[in-house]
């Protein structure tokens, strides 16, 4: 069976540092790969996904990941936050047995500080 | 504009009485979601359909009930059975029946049981 482990439920950084939010995935079998953000009292927002092809995939607002199937992970970067960027992010895996069906992590809560 | 609309955005619930939640898109995806949010849980799958007039159990549908008549629109019961339903409830939508597994999310409906 799929599971996703977000190793942190809460990263603190100060703005204009780098930061790395860490997610790990267990499967069998080829996967596909998301992270979405959720700002409070919203719905959930598409940051970046992974299908196929080039493992370091870049997306919405200055975010990054990369997928390393040997470790099997999919963390994901950005190399300077902002203010704005405080928020839950929320990494999520589904393969081509599940459906469409997707298995989301617990979330991380980054805080980004002045 | 395409897009995912839930409603109500808040909703105040008596202990005993069923409620419905509303969630529309007009994006033309064929697949459909039912997530659960609580704190430090992640998201989990009540129902899902794939599919007008078919829908499957997610992994904690007892005490929600839902419908799939239209393309379009897959409301979700709250059922007075369900035991503690106070949450946040976040609809989804999908293009199914391809490798494209993106789940577009709604704004979500926060229900509290008074």
């Known amino acids: 069976a799929q599971s996703v482990t977000q190793l942190d439920s809460q990263v603190p950084v100060f703005e204009e540092a780098p930061v790395e939010l860490r997610c790990n995935y267990s499967?069998?079998?080829?996967?596909?790969l998301f992270w979405y953000v959720q700002y409070p009292n919203q719905g959930l927002q598409l940051l970046l996904k992974?299908?196929?092809?080039?493992?370091l995939v870049k997306g919405i607002n200055g975010f990054e990941a990369e997928f390393n199937k040997s470790q099997t992970s999919f963390h994901l970067r950005k190399p300077s936050v902002h203010i704005s960027d405080t928020a839950e992010y929320f990494c999520a895996v589904s393969d081509r047995r599940s459906q469409g069906n997707l298995i989301f992590g617990k979330g991380t809560k980054l805080s980004v500080k002045p | 504009d395409g897009g995912i609309t839930q409603s109500p955005k808040y909703l105040f619930r008596k202990e005993g009485q069923n409620v419905t939640l509303s969630c529309e898109q007009n994006?033309?995806?064929?697949?459909m979601y039912w997530y659960r949010q609580d704190p430090g849980q992640g998201l989990r799958l009540i129902y899902y359909?794939?599919?007008?007039?078919?829908?499957q159990k997610g992994d904690i549908a007892e005490g929600y009930s839902v419908s799939r008549e239209k393309k379009e629109s897959f409301p979700l019961t709250v059922t007075s059975a369900q035991k503690n339903p106070t949450a946040f409830y976040l609809c989804a939508s999908s293009i199914a029946g391809t490798s494209e597994h993106t789940q577009y999310f709604g704004p979500g409906t926060r229900l509290t049981v008074l």
């Open positions: 994006l033309n995806h064929d697949a």
């Open positions: 359909s794939q599919i007008v007039n078919d829908f």
């Open positions: 992974y299908l196929s092809g080039s493992t």
């Open positions: 499967s069998s079998v080829s996967v596909y």
